[in-house]
């Protein structure tokens, strides 16, 4: 089992930029692949980024490449996400997710969910 605790998520303005955390306990952090989805109002939650085990290898949704840095630092258990020039559009609630496949696009590809962080984008 593992518990996942994500913060960081806010109010800002189009263009600004915030750091989300996924903050894990439980078994080792550093035996998962994790992800980042967001889930937009009304809608299904989407992949946006992975990362495997020990941080090599990261994945991105097209929209955002260039513009999110998806990391991790298994000495502290925690997985980060940098979001860059944030566009309105990407408002919604930002889960991290922990799983035994990397890079799993699809929600399914991931055993491990925490609660979500409100992110909001005024324009």
């Known amino acids: 089992q593992v518990q996942l605790v994500e913060s960081g998520g806010g109010l800002v303005q189009t263009g600004d930029s915030l750091r989300l955390s996924c903050a894990a306990s439980?078994?080792?952090?550093?035996?998962?692949?994790m992800g980042w989805f967001h889930q937009a109002p009304g809608k299904e939650r989407n992949f946006v980024a992975a990362?495997?085990?020990?941080?090599?290898?990261?994945y991105y949704t097209d929209s955002v490449k260039d513009r999110f840095t998806i990391s991790r630092d298994n000495t502290k258990n925690t997985m980060y996400l940098q979001m860059n020039s944030l566009k309105p559009e990407e408002t919604g609630v930002y889960y991290c997710?922990?799983?035994?496949?990397?890079?799993?696009?699809?929600?399914?590809?991931?055993?491990?969910w925490g609660q979500g962080t409100q992110v909001t984008v005024s324009s």
């Open positions: 997710a922990a799983g035994n496949i990397f890079p799993a696009t699809a929600w399914r590809g991931y055993r491990y």
């Open positions: 439980g078994r080792t952090f550093s035996g998962y692949a």
């Open positions: 990362i495997n085990w020990n941080g090599d290898n990261t």
